[in-house]
């Protein structure tokens, strides 16, 4: 069974104290914490196979190699993609998003229709703002409703044969929604669009299963599921991948190179131009090992119950508003009490060792939603307890005493 006591052995950052105080570390949302099994990956790499992969004759050249490819291996098997060359290493959700973002450009043209949802973080709206400018393409937004989630009445509307593209996040990262992606995506392919499915916030809590799903591009970042910051990961379809062209020139995307002509190599060399993070590469695989070995349904459990308590005992604090409540919900409360700016009570708890983010999230379109500067945002994982978040009660409620 679920031993939370024993799960936090496994991360030596857990131990730290901050301003003397015991670090209780609720800003997954933003990163996550490296188990010893991770750090050990890395610094195996650096210590014993540090060779460039794919290149060499030599022996550490090829322990690299092997270990890189059964990485995405690990990966392919995770997210259930058919083909181990539909997993692109990237650097992370943001380089993900722009390559098939900067891919679309020579496939659309004017009086095409792009679809995005309010919920998006900053990387799954900026780019497609920019492939727009570019092709002249249309951006139409699924609006979202109060309790935060989206107003699927209207996308439904939105759709139409000129619809080309629709990225919308599988969580929300300012308000942990979780997203109806079956219905997003189905409801896409009905009128023949690609849907891109922004996972970076999701795949902590959840194993997506995109052959499933049916999802044509399902992206994310290895640091928020315990794995190295600088790694990322780029499922596409096959099709899709093949007719997108390269996003980087570069050694290793080539087959042949001549100033006459250069051919491209094949998935999923195309898109990985020049050295990757290797050792990223290989902390990201050993990440899913650790958290498999875990088990998403066991991780999704406890975090509900941290949830749930968590929003019960927040809730007790006279004039704290919850912002984000769906019932359909990652372990993310996204708060503010009073008028008190989110910056003062994120900097009180600081001082008491209670780490949370502050601000909008990269999410300001959510924030001018509901007219506010931004949030206190608590995110809970597995290796968190409900005695942190006692912690976390009362600290705010110091914070309230001090500031109004
Ligand atoms: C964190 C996050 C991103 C950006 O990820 P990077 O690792 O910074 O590239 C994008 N979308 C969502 C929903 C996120 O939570």
Redesign the pocket.
Known sequence: MFNVDKIRKDFPILKRNVHGKSLVYFDN?ATSQTPQVVIDAIVDYYTNYNANIHRGVHTLSQEATDKYEEARIKIQQHFNAKEAYEIIFTS????SINMVASGFASLLQEGDEIIVSALE?H??IVPWQMLCEKTNAVLKVIPMQLDGTLDMDTYHQLLNENTKLVFC?H???ALGTINPIEEIIDAAHKVNAAVLI?G??ATPHIKPDVQALNVDFYVA?A??LCGPTGQ?MLYGKQEWLEKLPPYQGGGEMIATVSFEKTTYAGLPHKFEAGTPNICGGIAFGAAIDYMNSIGFDTIADYENELLEYGTQELLKIEDLKIFGTSKDKTAVISFNVGNIHPYDIGAILDKLGVAVRTGHH?AQPIMDFYQIPGTIRASFSFYNTKEEIDVLVKGVKRAQMMLS
């Open positions: 949302a992370g959700t943001t380089h973080h990387s799954n996040n969580v929300s990262n922004d970076a916030q970042s640091h928020k990322g990269c």
